[in-house]
């Protein structure tokens, strides 16, 4: 029970309910940071090549294995306020970007524990706020100053590079480097380029499809899309070349009426006279579609069995039930439209593709429609030889996804191996000099997050940070740019020698994430947490009718 100050007479007034829950100033601020802290704590020896994987299990008993921070924080059911707040920085850092999830998180905990022992020593969260604010925004115009601009018109190398420094620290890193010709394969074949010479592209024109068995290296890009869906009819055939594809949203059946209603027959000729007049009417349907031209038609809804015999006649493909998605990605592989009125159909709705065939994939049937000419929607199908790795192969894959778009959208990287925070660090220490009064204290811990990059990356590789971290000071202090550490040698190198490149988008968005997370946390002094609602006693005897609930103090079954 909560009270305000006591009023004259000694009588507490109550403000909040029963078993409510309140703390203030400094315990408030050291509850938030202790458990954002440890949110990041627990994510942090996933990071990097070196990086180890996690195992989790869920409420089902599912099992996940990864080491993709966005993953890990999902599946880790959090229930901390503060702590869920990691949990959006990791979102919001794989929704924008794609990749960079675990740094984002990992400085964030470091921002917030350089402020806790800047709040011991009595500097109040809002000057340390705004020495982050002024910290992060030179560290962004240090970034850059650094960024390697080039043109991927002309070349390809960085995109390449940049793909496999994603996947090195990926379960998927022995295939890095035939994943990433096909992820980069599959983005400059949806890429777009606009009225200003810019270039946009969207990873959800690449549609990722995986089914077990074979390996990795069995994995393959498709210049169409693949429909986890069989052709509905044995009759049909099970390949047609130079296909012309007809997309209908509605389905292709006699509609039923939205009323209830009753008819009623009393001559046994009417009834041949009313399925045949349902037979017509499913007949004209096909005789529409056949009417296009078209010898494969790809249902959103259902197919009658009527309505697949007539086309079986015909020689044409149908396939029912797909999905509203992967009709959208048809659309804009074929280059047709989807018919939402069979009435309405015309050959301009009709897309092409060079071969539309079922094949047995594993234990399954898909369909595969592919050979089309200049696909704005590609299908990259996973191989792998279990589903767990399957999985973290998708997400993989996603991430390097993310990184092209990036790159594509804005050309720009800088080198790996926390090479380009080390050089931010160097920066903020430098700029922190020229800053008079306590805010320059909070500047020079925001440079010391941004070198627990290094840290973190050493100490998973079993090296010793404190040299290595050493080390890449004097290298930076020095005009070394592109020094970092290269985790597979121990060594620290130029890095732009060692082909290990990251997005400047991704660095980006780490930044802003980091310290806008930090500051909504550093800002709360007052938690207030209300008093879980009780669930009423059960009568005596237990619930009307004997029924067990199972909840709330109600017997359950079994119980009695």
């Known amino acids: 029970m909560s009270t305000l100050p006591t009023q004259a007479g000694g009588v507490p007034v109550l403000v909040l309910k029963e078993g409510a829950n309140r703390s203030r100033g400094r315990d408030a601020q050291h509850n938030n940071i202790t458990a954002a802290k440890i949110v990041a704590e627990s994510i942090k020896n996933a990071f990097g ?5 996690k195992l989790l299990v869920d409420n089902f008993g599912d099992i996940t294995v990864t080491s993709d921070g966005r993953t890990i924080l999902d599946e880790m059911d959090i229930q901390h306020p503060a702590a869920k707040m990691l949990v959006e920085v990791a979102k919001t850092q794989d929704n924008e970007v794609g990749d960079g999830t675990t740094s984002a998180v990992i400085i964030t905990g470091e921002l917030l524990g350089h402020a806790e022992s800047l709040i011991d ?11 982050y604010k002024k910290a992060s925004e030179k560290a962004l115009e240090t970034l850059e100053k650094i960024a390697l601009h080039f043109d991927f018109s002309k070349s390809k190398d960085f995109l390449k590079k940049t793909a496999i420094t994603t996947m090195a ?23 777009e380029k606009q009225p200003d010479g810019t270039y946009k592209a969207d990873i959800d024109d690449v549609k990722v ?13 498709v210049n169409g899309i693949v429909i986890d869906k069989e052709i509905v009819h044995s009759g049909m055939p099970k390949h047609v070349k130079n296909a012309k594809i007809i997309l209908i949203d509605t389905s292709i059946e006699n509609d039923k009426p939205e009323f209830d209603s009753k008819l009623n027959i009393d001559d046994p000729a009417n ?3 009313f399925l045949q007049e349902e037979e017509d009417m499913l007949r004209d349907m096909v005789d529409k579609i056949v009417a296009t031209g078209a010898n494969v038609v790809i249902c959103q809804k259902g197919i009658d069995d ?6 079986a006649q015909k020689g044409i493909i149908a396939i029912r039930r797909a999905k509203k998605s992967d009709m959208e990605k048809l659309a804009r592989a074929i280059g047709g439209k989807i018919s939402s009125n069979i009435n309405d159909l015309s050959t301009s709705n009709l897309g092409y593709a060079a071969l539309v065939e079922e094949r047995k994939i594993g234990d399954d049937k898909m369909t595969f429609i592919e050979g089309c000419t200049n696909p704005k929607a590609v299908t990259i199908l996973i191989r792998g030889g279990t589903e767990r790795l399957n999985n973290e192969a998708e997400r993989s894959i996603h991430d390097a996804l993310c990184v092209i778009r990036d790159l594509i959208v804005d050309p720009k990287v800088v080198a790996g191996g926390s090479a380009s925070e080390m050089e931010m660090a160097n920066s903020l220490k430098t700029y922190a000099q020229t800053i008079s009064g306590r805010e320059q204290l909070a500047i020079l811990a925001f440079a010391e997050a941004l070198e627990s990059i290094t840290v973190t990356l050493s100490e998973n590789a079993g090296l010793d940070p404190i040299d290595i971290l050493s080390e890449l000071r004097y290298r930076h ?28 988008a991704v660095k980006r968005q780490i930044i802003k994430s980091a310290y806008e997370a930090a500051s909504l946390i550093l800002k709360i002094d007052d938690v207030i947490a209300s008093g879980k609602n009780k669930m009423p006693q059960a009568p005596p005897g237990g619930m009307p009718g004997g029924m067990g609930g199972g909840m709330g103090g109600y017997p359950g079954i079994g119980e009695y």
């Open 477 to 504: 202090e020095k005009r070394e740019t592109w020094a970092g550490i290269d985790v597979n040698s121990g060594k620290v190198q130029d890095m732009t020698k060692m082909n290990v490149y990251e997005p400047v």
């Open 169 to 191: 620290s990926k379960l998927v890193a022995d295939h890095k480097e035939y994943l990433s010709d096909i992820v980069i394969q599959a983005m400059l074949e949806v890429m």
């Open 121 to 131: 020593k009595n500097i109040h969260p809002t000057v340390i706020i705004d020495g």
């Open 306 to 311: 009527i309505a697949q015999h007539f086309l």
């Open 209 to 221: 499809e995986k089914k077990t068995g074979e390996s990795l290296s069995d994995t393959k890009l």
């Open 271 to 273: 009834i041949a006279a």
């Open 49 to 53: 090549p070196k990086g180890m994987d």
